[in-house]
């Protein structure tokens, strides 16, 4: 992938791929080139064997604070419905590696709807979270009325999406919108330490999990069940079941496929 200014990419610890916003002076805002960057980048992550997890993070203050303004300003309704932004959301969503957000300040808008894209989130205390699109004169178009109220319910989605009053991160935590709030300042960490922690596990058992629980939003209980068996056995005769349950009778770590 061509270097991008935009979007810094470092690792972060070994399997552990840092993908961080870089348009300050814009407060991160999600113009299509940066966004066409995450998701070349996530898209490139997923070919990498080396990579098995990869975090999602802005800046001290702010994480992202919506889609970049002048854009929306040049934008009418002549847009193309599935135009670049749309593919690179689509893209964004269909990383099939476990992808964390570490989240500090202002997510707003875009940055809200992309923080949504992740698998966990953890943000600092004075994280504060809002969709206020309406304030504009238009509405959340990348997931903030579809994938906000399957994550929080449709009385809290209603209330956030109609009034674009933020949330901050205990109410956010609660309301199941993100997975845990650390003190300010210690989201980066936490969410590397986290990441590390799931890069030492099995990459075709976490890919599996996190696909099947992604179906949770699209499928019947029973269909459910019965796609959640057939990947559960699939994984019963890979390389990393015969080491896994080879590696707890004998007590010593796993050695996972790379």
Not at 90 to 96: D, G, S, Y
Not at 231 to 256: C, H, M, N, S, Y
């Amino acid at each position: 992938m061509t270097p991008d200014p935009q979007l810094l990419c470092s690792t972060a610890a070994p399997g552990v791929l840092l993908l961080c916003l870089n348009r300050p002076e814009r407060r991160n805002a999600l113009a299509t080139p940066l966004l066409c960057a995450v998701a070349e980048a996530l898209e490139e992550a997923s070919r990498a064997p080396e990579v098995r997890a990869v975090v999602l993070t802005g800046g001290d203050a702010v994480f992202a604070a919506g889609a970049d303004i002048d854009e929306l300003a040049a934008a009418d309704a002549g847009d193309p419905v599935q135009g670049p932004r749309f593919l690179a959301w689509k893209m964004v969503r269909a990383f099939p590696k476990p992808l964390i957000a570490a989240v500090e300040g202002w997510c707003l808008g875009a940055g809200a709807e992309l923080m949504m894209c992740c698998d966990i989130v953890v943000a600092g205390q004075t994280a504060r979270f809002g969709l206020p699109e309406t304030n504009l004169g238009i509405m959340p178009g990348a997931g903030g009325t579809a994938s906000l109220p399957r994550r929080i319910g449709r009385a809290m989605a209603m209330r956030m999406v109609l009034t674009g009053e933020p949330i901050d991160a205990s109410a956010a935590c609660a309301a199941g919108l993100i997975s845990e709030v650390v003190e300010a300042g210690q989201a980066l960490d936490a969410a590397v330490t986290l990441a590390q922690t799931i890069a030492a596990r099995s990459a075709s058992a976490m890919q599996a999990a996190k696909a099947s629980i992604n179906q949770a939003e699209t499928l019947s209980e029973p269909d459910h069940l019965l796609a959640e068996r057939l990947r559960f056995v699939a994984l019963l005769g890979t390389p990393d079941k015969i080491e896994g349950v080879r590696a707890f009778k004998e007590k010593r770590p796993a050695q996972w496929r790379v």
